[in-house]
């Protein structure tokens, strides 16, 4: 397991660390509340399935550019990239993966999968074998042997346990998660009712089974985690902390939960993760947001 802190060094004083992070967590804390009236708004168009194109290739076809010479080329497809996976939170939907959709199309990747699964899903495991029928089947219509996954917080857990405990290593070559709670969460006490709540908490059957060897597995985790996570708690339950694990924890400052999955220096930094093992170091110039 690797942590990048990303901190500056002068807010290891205690007195500045707490000033910047009062500040800090009022500018979040205002963010959020921006994402979420956005969010409200665009949650209606994500609440139905996406279509799909059972005959989209794989690669697109060559075309010879027409531009004049000396135009910028635009970003291409690599007909390597398997396809991408985006899996929301817990009462969410697909809406929540506009913008980080558009980052991603606009940089080259052309084949973008966004899962809706239930409100009403009460179980980690389930919800994990319906997402390997859907990964089977997005394999099966596109050719790719592996697709990659972002997962924002529930979903990143749901797609962990794919990988780690439902043999899905052999499918997913990276998993990106934003605020995801590995290591179970203590917040809102209310929502506990909701059976899949209390198995996002700490010690629950599911995030036990996580912390289970896991010897062999193929596929190459990389954790975005913010500390001014307020529904993560603590902000660190957020890391993979798992000797089996190829993990690389990536702390953002700055931005909240909500925030994880639209902010263009997370998306940035997402990009990089869904590039080659080789880039991920690149992601220590784009986790600062303050």
């Known amino acids: 397991m690797k942590v990048l802190p990303f901190l500056p060094s002068m807010l290891r004083e205690p007195c500045l660390r707490r000033a910047w992070l009062?500040?800090?967590?009022?500018r979040a804390t205002a963010l959020e509340l921006i994402v979420l009236a956005g969010h409200v708004l665009l949650y209606p168009a994500g609440i139905t399935s996406e279509r799909r194109d059972p005959a989209r290739p794989s690669e697109p076809p060559f075309e010879p550019?027409?531009?004049p010479a000396g135009t910028p080329a635009l970003p291409v497809e690599s007909p390597d990239r398997p396809p991408v996976v985006l899996l929301?939170?817990?009462i969410d939907n697909r809406s929540v993966f506009v913008l980080l959709r558009r980052s991603l199309t606009?940089?080259?990747?052309?084949h973008l999968e966004s899962l809706n699964y239930s409100p009403l899903t009460c179980d980690i495991r389930t919800a994990a074998e319906l997402l390997g029928r859907h990964i089977e089947e997005i394999c099966g219509r596109t050719g790719h042997h592996e697709v990659d996954i972002v997962g924002h917080s529930l979903g990143g857990l749901i797609a962990r346990y794919y990988v780690q405990r439902l043999g899905g290593d052999r499918r997913v070559?990276?998993?990106?998660?934003?605020g995801t709670p590995h290591g179970g969460t203590a917040v809102a006490p209310m929502a506990s009712a909701h059976p899949i709540v209390r198995q996002m908490r700490s010690?629950?059957?599911p995030i036990e089974e996580l912390r289970r060897p896991a010897p062999g597995c193929r596929t190459r985790f990389v954790s975005f985690w913010s500390e001014l996570d307020q529904v993560i708690v603590p902000a660190e339950a957020a890391c993979i902390d798992?000797?089996?694990l190829d993990a690389q924890n990536v702390r953002v400052s700055g931005i909240g939960h909500l925030a994880l999955p639209v902010h263009p220096a997370v998306a940035a930094g997402i990009r990089?993760?869904?590039?080659s093992p080789e880039a991920a170091p690149g992601l220590a110039g784009t986790a600062s947001v303050a």
């Open 22 to 26: 009062s500040s800090a967590l009022l």
């Open 173 to 178: 070559r990276t998993l990106v998660t934003l």
């Open 242 to 244: 798992h000797p089996d």
């Open 65 to 67: 550019s027409t531009a």
């Open 272 to 275: 990089q993760a869904l590039e």
């Open 203 to 205: 010690g629950s059957a």
């Open 88 to 90: 929301h939170g817990f």
């Open 106 to 110: 606009r940089h080259g990747w052309h």
